[in-house]
C-alpha cells in the first residue's frame, strides 16, 4: 500500500517502506503526537523517534526485536511521556539536542550537537540543531541514497509553517533561519518532512511560503 502519513491516536501504523530502512508512523496521546519507528533493512535494528506517549502502543510497535536507540526531538513533556518506560523495557540508548537534556526528566546517554550522526544499523540520520521553538531541538536527517532525503523534524516545522515559538519575536526569526539555513538550504524539494504532530508535507509544498511566514511573524 502506498503510504500516507494519515494516522489517528488508537488506529496503526502507516509504513514508509524505503530500500534500506523502514519508517513506522503511529499517533499517541492527548496531543496526537506522532511517533516513528526505524528499521534497518540489513540488521533489522531498530531506532525511536519520540516515545511521546502511550507506551503500550509503541512497545507493541517495537515488537520482540527490541529498539537500540530512542531520540528525543525536543524537551516539551508531550514528546518524552512513555520514555522511561520504554527504556525500561527495552534497554534502549537515549539521544536528545545538547541544549534540551537538562530539560528532559530520563537520563540522555548521549547529547547531540548540530552534524553529529545517529545510526540506526547502517542506515545514518544527521542531527541538525534547530533553536527556537526549544533550546535544543534536534530534526534528524536520512539522505537517501536511492531517491530523496527524510527529515524528521519534531515540532519545528510542520505543513503551513514552523513551531510555536510563542510571540517570541527572537525565537521565531531564530527558529526561522535555522529552519532555512539548514533544512531548505540544504536539502531538495522532494525532500519528505515527517514532523512531531499531524500530516507529513515536502520542501516543495513548503518552500513557496517562506517569505509569507516571515512576513506573518509564526
Not at 494516522?7 to 502507516?14: F, I, L, S, T
Not at 518524552?80 to 546517554?109: F, K, M, N, S
Request: hydrophobic share 35%; net charge negative; glycine share 12%.
Amino acid at each position: 500500500m502506498t503510504y500516507s502519513g494519515a494516522v489517528k491516536v488508537g488506529g496503526g501504523a502507516d509504513v514508509h517502506e524505503l530500500q534500506d530502512l523502514m519508517i513506522s508512523k503511529v499517533a499517541v496521546g492527548p496531543m496526537d503526537n506522532n511517533a516513528y519507528l526505524l528499521r534497518c533493512r540489513a540488521t533489522d535494528e531498530q531506532l525511536l523517534i519520540d516515545a511521546a506517549n502511550d507506551a503500550e502502543t509503541l512497545l507493541t510497535l517495537i515488537g520482540d526485536d527490541g529498539i537500540m536507540s530512542v531520540v528525543t526531538t525536543h524537551q516539551h513533556g508531550d514528546h518524552w511521556q512513555a520514555l522511561a518506560a520504554v527504556v525500561e523495557a527495552t534497554g534502549a540508548r537515549t539521544y536528545a539536542g545538547r541544549e534540551d537534556v537538562a530539560g528532559i526528566p530520563v537520563p540522555t546517554d548521549v547529547p547531540l550537537s548540530d552534524g553529529d550522526t545517529v545510526n540506526v544499523g547502517h542506515v545514518s540520520l544527521t542531527a541538525r540543531h534547530l533553536v527556537g521553538h526549544t533550546p535544543g531541538s534536534i530534526a534528524l536527517v536520512y539522505d537517501d541514497p536511492h531517491g530523496h532525503p527524510h527529515v524528521f523534524t519534531g515540532d519545528c516545522l510542520f505543513p503551513g509553517g514552523i513551531g510555536n515559538t510563542h510571540q517570541d519575536p527572537k525565537a521565531f526569526a531564530s527558529l526561522l533561519h535555522d529552519v532555512e539555513t539548514k533544512i531548505f538550504g540544504t536539502l531538495p524539494d522532494e525532500t519528505w518532512v515527517y514532523p512531531g504532530h499531524g500530516s507529513d508535507t515536502t520542501l516543495g509544498a513548503e518552500r513557496p511560503h517562506l517569505q509569507e511566514w516571515r512576513q506573518r511573524g509564526w
